[in-house]
């Protein structure tokens, strides 16, 4: 059972431009969501995170967006540079549980 | 300071063998996890240790696999007669206490059975 999917495998976007990616969730107990970026041969590193009493967190470039009603939430990272080409990780978890994760996107920034 | 360390980074065995892996946890960090990444997959998590209390186990695949710690510093994840199935990246992450979400992850172990 899947609860938290990440439906695009993949994304290309130029340099410049929005990247948006996208994370469905199942459980409505998770209040706790994050997204880790991830580069060959290293370890998932955190990126940003929000709570289920927001509905938008913001840190620089990057903006997560939750949607409760809908079970969703996105990654935007505005604007894209080649440097975030990576693959990314959205996280669920009830808090203070382990976290659940999906099966990742990988994006590509074109420069 | 120093981050989550693991070792080996590459593990080559075969089919049949034990091996063993390491993970040295962020200093002062109380709760450890260990996750398993099957190519082309997502993070699959195996087990979670925190402080003293029981551990979670609910992720670990069969009873060829185990995990020990020892207090709040390394942990070991032991997989027994080992299947090529069990080929992926094994990834330990740590975290300050409970409720404490952000997990530090290490770079991983790259187990590949022949």
């Known amino acids: 059972d899947q609860q938290v999917k990440q439906n695009s495998p993949s994304l290309s976007v130029q340099e410049g431009r929005i990247s948006i990616l996208n994370c469905d969730y199942t459980n409505s107990m998770f209040d706790y969501f994050l997204w880790y970026k991830k580069y060959p041969a290293e370890g998932p590193t955190f990126l940003i995170s929000?709570?289920?009493?927001?509905d938008k967190n913001e840190d620089g470039r990057f903006t997560v967006f939750l949607n409760k009603s809908a079970k969703h939430l996105s990654l935007h990272i505005v604007p894209s540079q080649p440097g975030d080409s990576a693959v990314y990780f959205c996280a669920a978890s009830v808090r203070g549980n382990k976290l659940v994760f999906g099966a990742g996107t990988i994006l590509r920034v074109k420069s | 300071g120093a981050g989550v360390s693991q070792s080996p980074s590459n593990k080559v065995t075969e089919k049949g063998k034990d091996v063993e892996l390491r993970c040295d946890p962020i200093?002062?960090?109380?709760?450890l996890y260990w996750y398993r990444q099957r190519l082309g997959q997502g993070l699959e998590f195996l087990i979670y240790f925190q402080g003293n209390s029981a551990p979670d186990k609910s992720g670990l695949p069969s009873d060829r696999f185990s995990a020990e710690r020892t207090g709040e510093s390394v942990s070991t994840l032991t997989i027994q007669r080992t299947q090529q199935e069990d080929s992926a990246v094994y990834l330990c992450?740590?975290?300050?206490?409970?409720?404490?979400?952000?997990?530090?992850f290490g770079p991983g172990t790259r187990l590949t059975v022949l």
């Open positions: 200093s002062g960090h109380t709760a």
């Open positions: 929000i709570s289920s009493i927001k």
């Open positions: 992450a740590s975290s300050r206490e409970r409720g404490a979400d952000t997990q530090y």
